[in-house]
C-alpha cells in the first residue's frame, strides 16, 4: 500500500537537552567526587551504592528522550501511529468518524499525555495535530509538524 503521508518527529528542543545534560552533570560530577576523590558529595551524601541506583536512572531517562521517536505513516487503508518505545497504534479509515487538524495548544506537556479534552495525546513538539474521533468515541491526538501537507493527505483519505 502507497504511503500517503509520512512524518517522523523527536524531542529536539535545545532547552530540553540543556536541562538533561545539566541534570546529566550532577551524578557525574558527584560520582567523579565521592568514589574517586573519597570526598563527600554534598552535606548529607548518599551511600555509593545509592549514588550509582540514581546515576543509572538518570542516564537512563536522559537515554529514554534519545531514542524516542513519533512516526506517523497514513495510506488508503490506515493510519500508523509509533510512538517508540511506548505505544504502537493502527486504525483504519473505517473506524474513525472523524479527523481534522487543529491547534490543540499546550495540554500540560510533552510525551503522551493522557485524558485531556482531545483524548490521549501524542506529541514531541508544538501545538499542531490531527484530532482522530473513533466510531466508537474513543479519541486521540497526534502531533505534527507539517499540518498543511497533513491536511491535504486527510481530505483525501476521507
Known sequence: MKIEFKETQKFT????WLILIGIGI??????????F??????EKPMPDFGLIIFSIFIFGLIALFYIARLKIEINQKEIK?????????????????SAKTLDYGFVGGWGIRLWTEYGTVYNTKGSKGLAIELNNGKKFL??????AELNKVIEKCL
Open 37 to 42: 576523590l573519597g570526598e563527600q558529595f554534598g
Open 142 to 147: 497526534i502531533g505534527t509538524q507539517k499540518e
Open 26 to 35: 550532577l551524578p557525574i560530577i558527584g560520582i567523579y567526587k565521592q568514589l
Open 13 to 16: 528542543q535545545w532547552w530540553l
Open 81 to 97: 501511529v509509533n510512538f517508540f518505545p511506548f505505544v504502537k497504534k493502527r486504525v483504519n479509515w473505517h473506524e474513525i468518524k
